[in-house]
Nanobody, 126 residues
Framework: QVQLVESGGGSVQAGGSLRLSCAAS????????MAWFRQAPGKEREGVAA????????YYANSVKGRFTISQDNAKNTLYLQINSLKPEDTAMYYC???????????????????WGQGTQVTVSS
């Protein structure tokens, strides 16, 4: 059973930084990819970053390259998202997700991720 619990969200001013965490159940070592998605009010959920659990390769949406860094600590079963130079348009609910079946997570498509956390809110003020 895959369980994902996000934390680390909050309210920050533009230009600030946040590190989001996703505590995962030990089963996730069997998954192919872990990723972060976000959903802003009135918008579709979009994938922002993914990591190959076994190999460590990282994939980013063009909109966040250079500001977002995805990483994992396998010993702690924890996924991270470091967000720098925050912008008001980064305001969204951020979700952790696991691709344990499709092995297509590098595409950052929602359909390839079968397990989701409840989300953590990030609000950026100008």
């Amino acid at each position: 059973q895959v369980q994902l619990v996000e934390s680390g969200g909050g309210s920050v001013q533009a230009g600030g930084s946040l590190r989001l965490s996703c505590a995962a159940s030990a089963y996730t070592y069997r998954c192919y990819y872990m990723a972060w998605f976000r959903q802003a009010p009135g918008k579709e959920r979009e994938g922002v970053a993914a990591i190959d659990v076994g190999g460590g390769s990282r994939y980013y949406a063009n909109s966040v390259k250079g500001r977002f860094t995805i990483s994992q600590d396998n010993a702690k079963n924890t996924l991270y998202l470091q967000i720098n130079s925050l912008k008001p348009e980064d305001t969204a609910m951020y979700y952790c997700a696991a691709d344990c079946d499709q092995n297509m997570g590098w595409t950052l498509r929602q359909i390839d991720f079968g397990y989701w956390g409840q989300g953590t809110q990030v609000t950026v003020s100008s």
